[in-house]
């Protein structure tokens, strides 16, 4: 079954507006990885937080591992266009990666 | 590009049909996958080569059959399939087996059963 839940399935942000995506695990994970899908493309690897209550930026996300490495998050400052697309987190399981459903971001202009 | 090739981009085959899927990595990572991404489900592994053994198999239909001549190729062979399964079919590799390290995907096949 699943081992990383993401919250919340589908984020409708305003162009210009702040949203933050949340993943979370029952169990304590060694690292989390965010990866980005756009729309009719494959996921591409951003970033792996190995560190409790790590923080890293890149640009406008901000990428955030809980002290007790079972939560993780990413924030987006003011959203553009170019940030559509499905945000998953992913978890090791049993030495291999899980993945969440992701989050689906859609941005009104 | 992404260092992973995945052809063909786009396969419409036929229940009784045989394709294969080709993977090809030029990063010299150690590890491959195959994923299956079908529309609102999570990404599902099905299979895992390292250093060309195959390390996984998520119990995944006989009618699916992965190939490993060596730690640049993956292939995935399909025959009599269904139409569940219909899918984006992904190629991924790492630099070595484990979660510890990045995946690369390729761009996938859009597979369509008819």
């Known amino acids: 079954g699943q081992q990383v839940m993401q919250i919340p399935q589908y984020q409708h942000v305003q162009e210009g507006e702040d949203f933050t995506t949340y993943c979370n695990s029952s169990t304590t994970l060694s690292n989390i990885q965010w990866y980005k899908q756009r729309p009719g493309g494959h996921p591409v690897f951003l970033i792996q937080l190995v560190k409790s209550g790590e923080v890293k930026k890149q640009k406008r996300l901000t990428f955030q591992f809980g002290e007790a490495k079972k939560n993780s998050s990413l924030h987006i400052t003011a959203t553009q266009t170019t940030d559509v697309g499905t945000y998953f987190c992913?978890?090791?399981?049993?030495?291999?990666?899980?993945f969440g459903a992701g989050t689906t971001v859609t941005v009104r202009a | 590009e992404t260092g992973v090739t995945q052809t063909p981009r786009h396969l419409v085959m036929g229940m009784t049909n045989k394709k294969s899927l080709k993977c090809e990595q030029h990063l010299g990572h150690n590890a491959m996958y195959w994923y299956k991404q079908s529309a609102k489900k999570p990404l599902e592994l099905m299979f895992v080569y390292s250093l060309e053994e195959r390390v996984e198999n998520n119990s995944v239909p006989s009618r699916f059959s992965p190939e490993c001549p060596n730690s640049s190729h993956l292939f995935l062979h399909l025959h009599t399939l269904q139409p569940e399964d219909s899918a984006l079919y992904l190629c991924?590799?790492?630099?070595?087996f484990g979660p510890g390290y990045g995946y690369t995907f390729g761009s996938g096949t859009r597979l369509t059963v008819v």
């Open positions: 991924a590799s790492s630099t070595t």
């Open positions: 992913a978890g090791p399981h049993d030495y291999k990666l899980s």
